[in-house]
């Protein structure tokens, strides 16, 4: 079974809206003819301007989260139907910063999760393990948590539109990027556990992305993993000079 790869860029809190214009007018020209499946998902604020960039290119937009109710008294929060009007096509759920610095739990990214495949979005799930829960022989049974839990109630139907996102939560921003082969057993155990859960074909078919401290020096030693199928990329993906790399390695 062939996937392909999906070369992802997550802005995080960064950018002004004529930095953001600019940086997704010289992807969209850069990546035009790359052969991979692309995405930049920018701060919401930017979400508008990167838009009217992106459409009808290959980038998909991406938004970096979504509130878990569909509209009404929530202040400060952002509606999948707000999404899906500025063209947003896929949403990250779960990012590692969501669970840690705003203690985002499994119920609540599961909730958004259904919310968000309800009204027609691809959703990134991200998983992995913080540095102690590997120092304790942990990164199994918290990734297999955080996928089970994430994943609770989605169809098979639905699977379709669910990417995974391993991103161990000691190699995000730290320049530690995991070694290809410590990334390849655990893209390996989450394909396995996708096999429990829906069968074969559909592990044979998921896209599971690596994200941590991807760089144009790493990230082709890592695609070339049997399981790697794709990077979630945070600091090398602000700035043309290392994500058109990432993106188009060979
Ligand atoms: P870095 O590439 O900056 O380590 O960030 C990874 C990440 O969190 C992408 O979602």
Request: proline share 4%.
């Given at each position: 079974m062939s996937r392909n790869y999906y070369m992802a860029g997550n802005w995080k809190m960064h950018m002004t809206r004529s930095e953001a214009a600019l940086l997704a007018q010289e992807l969209v020209n850069k990546l035009k003819d790359g052969k991979h499946k692309y995405l930049v998902a920018p701060s919401f604020t930017l979400l508008e301007t990167v838009?009217?960039?992106v459409e009808g290119t290959n980038i998909r937009l991406g938004a970096q989260n979504c509130a878990c109710e569909e509209q009404?008294?929530?202040t400060g929060e952002v509606s999948v139907l707000q999404l899906k009007d500025?063209?947003?096509q896929t949403i990250i759920l779960g990012h590692s910063e969501r669970r840690h610095l705003y203690k985002e739990d499994d119920a609540l990214i599961n909730k958004k999760v259904k919310l968000a495949l309800k009204h027609g979005f691809e959703v990134i799930l991200c998983i992995g393990e913080l540095l102690e829960e590997r120092e304790a022989g942990?990164?199994?049974e918290v990734c297999e948590r955080q996928t089970v839990k994430g994943l609770e109630g989605v169809?098979?139907?639905d699977l379709a539109n669910i990417v995974i996102a391993y991103e161990p939560v000691w190699a995000i921003g730290t320049g530690k990027t995991a070694t290809p082969d410590d990334a390849e057993a655990v893209h390996a155990f989450v394909r396995k556990v996708i096999k429990r859960l829906y069968g074969e074909e559909a592990a044979a078919k998921i896209i599971i992305q690596y994200g941590g401290s991807v760089?144009?020096?790493n990230a082709?030693?890592?695609m070339a993993k049997e399981n790697i199928d794709?990077?979630?990329v945070g600091g090398a993906s602000l700035k043309t000079d290392t994500f058109v790399p990432i993106a188009k390695f060979s």
């Open positions: 838009s009217a960039i009404g008294a929530h500025l063209g947003v942990k990164v199994e169809s098979a139907g760089k144009p020096d082709a030693q890592l794709g990077a979630l």
